[in-house]
């Protein structure tokens, strides 16, 4: 069969080649991936910077954000059925693995379809436990592969309501910084929980980015032309921000747009080595009188996947004709180069056709 694999550490290895059949073993379901989401990690991999392959080998099957069509049925899941799965497994010896927790794994030892040392969707069939996947509803089509994302944000945003619920809280304002995928999904998730949201990003206010931010009601503005401590000054501060720039000055910067009991959540990664800076009162004085938190994200645990699913079919819903254009280009997998360099909110890859 057909996949997309890379030699993880070796940047323009990537490329669709033969790779062995897959077989489901006893106690795993047969699936037919449908398509499967490109997204900053996927290019990083790709680049040689990130990626680990499965034990013993030397290249990995790419692919961690993927809706599928059950090919054979069993274990509760019928022929023809659409699916999605999660993408962290347990590292089996830690407490919260052991609780069903792998996104809150403690060794990180964990394993991570696609990224790190397990193959990914990005095939013509995949083997995958039920326990992983997900049911789709069936009007949500492609959207569902949005799936992973927005299984992000709701992590975060979970979280965030339980670390700003440890004492008397308003939960009205929202910042959301970066409109890609993550940023993006995130504006909507928060005004789908009836927040108030201003979202920033780089493109002026004319263009496409913004005007998905104002389709849901939220309050777009650049960061070119307007700075986000000017805009949280003017609000008396966020009650919650959330950092999807993968920018380190932006997430330290973070505790400077927060009022008081505000949490901001830090789910971009930038692991480039720099210093970042912050005035050293907001740090010693602001975040200690105001009661401000900041912390970091990653990952999701299965009920914020079954959140994500109901959360994007309930916006198709509500705002149809935006959630739809999330998903700026959709192209077969000899074309991943094309996918890779996309930079919308969604690129996808379809194995249809091959």
Known sequence: MLALVTTPGRAHTTEVTEVPDAAARPGEVLLRPLCVGVCGTDREISEGLFGVAPDGEERLILGHEVLARVEAGGHGF???DIVCATVRRSCRHCLACEEGSPDGCLTGDYLERGITRLHGFAAELVAEAPEHLIRVPAGLGPLAVLAEPASICCRGIRHAEAIAGRQPWARRRTLVLGTGAIGMLGTYLLRLGGYDVWTAGRSPATEERARLAAACGAAYFSVAETSPVDVAAEVGG???VLE????????????????????ACLLGIDGRPRDVCIDGRVLGVDAILQNRALFGSVNAHREDWESAVHALDEARRRWPD???SFIGLTVGVDAFAKAFAHRGVKATLTFEGL
């Open 244 to 263: 999807a720039t993968g920018d380190a000055q932006a997430m330290i910067d973070t505790m400077s747009l927060l009022g008081r009991n505000g949490v």
């Open 238 to 240: 966020f009650d919650v």
């Open 322 to 324: 935006a959630v739809e």
């Open 78 to 80: 019928t022929r023809g």
